[in-house]
């Protein structure tokens, strides 16, 4: 019965610690970005193919504490040219928000797995559609793609290196990297299919 307490009191520090390790993470990623307060709702669209075949956009979705999985989203894109990633991100991002003006569900931030174009087809659909109040993130990989070494790009052209240390670059990539399992796993099966058939 002591070993059954201690562990449990063991497993409660930890996860308290957790907790903690993570919100201030998230107040990290606050004070980076300029925001008035640390986002409820974040999501993260990433584009998977293999040279334009089976494109897939994915959507993941995390709130302050983690990943919401039930929320991911996958998106099967058709009628682009193959392999235009900047289309396929546009089309995923409409068929998106044009469902958030319907169900009123926004994220606070919006960040997309790329750079500057990327980041453009995000802003276009946002202001074609009426959005407003999302803070849009561009998420570029460094010239020689290291993990820490990503620019974060805003829509007014400015950008942000926060550096490997960062607990708010930390937070980004965990996001980023979850989008891009989650469009990889889907791309992967979505291929097959078609080979199969």
């Known amino acids: 019965l002591d070993l059954a307490k201690r562990n449990a009191a063991l497993g409660l520090a930890q996860q308290l610690a957790s907790h903690a390790s993570q919100r201030a993470r998230m107040a990290s990623l606050q004070a980076l970005l300029g925001l008035a307060e640390i986002p409820a709702r ?3 669209f990433d584009i998977s193919h293999t040279m334009g075949e089976a494109t897939l956009a994915s959507c993941v979705v995390f709130d302050a504490d983690g990943p919401l999985r039930s929320q991911y989203r996958r998106y099967n894109i058709a009628g682009i040219t193959p ?9 995923a991002l409409e068929r998106r928000f044009r469902r958030a003006i319907e ?3 926004l994220p606070d931030v919006l960040f997309i797995d790329g750079g500057v174009g990327q980041l453009a087809q995000a802003r276009d ?3 074609t559609l009426g959005v407003q109040g999302v803070e849009l993130v561009g998420i570029a990989k460094g010239e020689e793609r290291r993990a820490g070494d990503e620019t974060l ?8 290196h926060p ?3 960062s ?3 930390q937070v980004i990539q965990q996001i980023r990297d979850e989008a891009h399992r989650f469009a990889i796993t889907g791309h992967r099966g979505r291929r097959q299919k078609v080979r199969d058939s």
Not at 83 to 91: E, K, P, R, S
């Open 83 to 91: 392999g235009d990633d900047y289309a396929a991100m546009h089309q």
């Open 167 to 169: 607990p708010a670059l």
């Open 103 to 105: 169900d009123g569900v």
């Open 125 to 127: 659909v946002l202001n």
């Open 163 to 165: 550096g490997p240390g």
């Open 153 to 160: 790009v805003r829509p007014d052209g400015s950008s942000l």
């Open 42 to 44: 974040m999501e993260c």
